[in-house]
């Protein structure tokens, strides 16, 4: 499993110095630099390239974790996207409208001569796809397995649900089926699930709504518009306080009795089984790496 912390992934779109200026400050986890979608008209797509790598190399994002969107193979664009930005203190690439995974293995092929040519340790970029159509769910498997560098996925419904030809609901019903394939592949290749974006960015209600249900079907953190969101987003995608104060007592237990040759341990009633075990580990792992982020 990735060692990346991955609550928040915000989008910031590239060409806009004073939003990315802004984005240094905030408190996301992954910072998202858009030169896709948000970058128009593609004029502008140069620009974005050249503001990110003037502020990577002034130092406001030293220790940031900074996964550049780039444009798909189709665009024109993929060649210039990774031969400017395969520079250090990018941490890799987010691989938008994947179809199959032969996308992403042409990407990492691409990745891997860069690397090569530059003396760069081979697999130093990672790949987060973006799921954002019907073919990639169905193709999903092959995606998640497509390279050693994919560390996550994440899923893009706006576009998805256009490429099916179908409707976001209000209560958005119409994503579950999607978002539960996702989270399910993901998990089963031990790579993180990435939730969709909340589109309407200032009802933080409804975007509780959404982070309840995402944190149920088994996600790792959720894509971002706007730091407004940040302070839900981490506070359901970090472990509560009495979830770790009772993860280290399951652990303690479960410990002592292998120790004392019982079975199975017993905390407040109930057995400690294995899974209970394994949830535990997972939780302290995952809180460590959110104190070991504001040291």
Do not use: W
């Not at 699930?193 to 995402?214: A, G, M």
Request: glycine share 6%; with cysteine; hydrophobic share 40%.
């Amino acid at each position: 499993m990735s060692s990346y912390l991955m609550r928040s992934l915000m989008f910031v779109p590239a060409h806009n110095e004073k939003l990315m200026r802004s984005a240094a400050k905030t408190d996301a986890d992954v910072l998202l630099f858009d030169i896709e979608d948000s970058v128009q008209p593609v004029s502008n797509k140069q620009l974005a390239r050249d503001k990110m790598l003037e502020l990577l190399n002034e130092g406001i994002f030293e220790n940031r974790i900074i996964f550049p969107r780039i444009n798909d193979r189709e665009s024109g664009q993929l060649l210039q996207d990774v031969l400017q930005l395969s520079v250090k203190g990018i941490e890799g690439f987010m691989y938008p409208k994947a179809k199959r995974g032969e996308d992403i293995y042409f990407f990492d092929k691409l990745l891997e001569t860069i690397e090569y040519e530059r003396g760069i340790k081979i697999g130093t970029f990672k790949i987060i796809p973006l799921i954002e159509t019907a073919s990639a769910v169905s193709y999903i498997n092959e995606i998640c397995t497509s390279s050693e560098r994919v560390i996550a996925i994440a899923y893009g419904s706006e576009d998805y649900i256009n490429d099916l030809n179908g409707i976001h609901d209000e209560k958005h019903e119409s994503l579950f089926v999607p978002r539960a394939i996702i989270a399910n592949a993901a998990r089963a290749h031990k790579i993180y699930p990435i939730d969709t974006v909340h589109v309407r960015v200032k009802d933080l209600e409804d975007l509780e709504t959404n982070l309840i249900l995402s944190k149920n079907l088994g996600f790792e953190g959720m894509l971002s518009l706007n730091p407004i969101e940040l302070p839900l987003i981490h506070q359901y995608y970090s472990p509560t306080e009495e979830e770790v104060e009772n993860a280290r007592k399951m652990l303690y237990l479960s410990k002592k009795a292998k120790k004392e040759g019982q079975g199975v341990a017993i905390m407040d009633g109930k057995f400690i089984g294995p899974p209970f075990v394994l949830k535990a580990k997972r939780i302290l792992e995952k809180n460590e790496k959110i104190l070991n982020k504001y040291v």
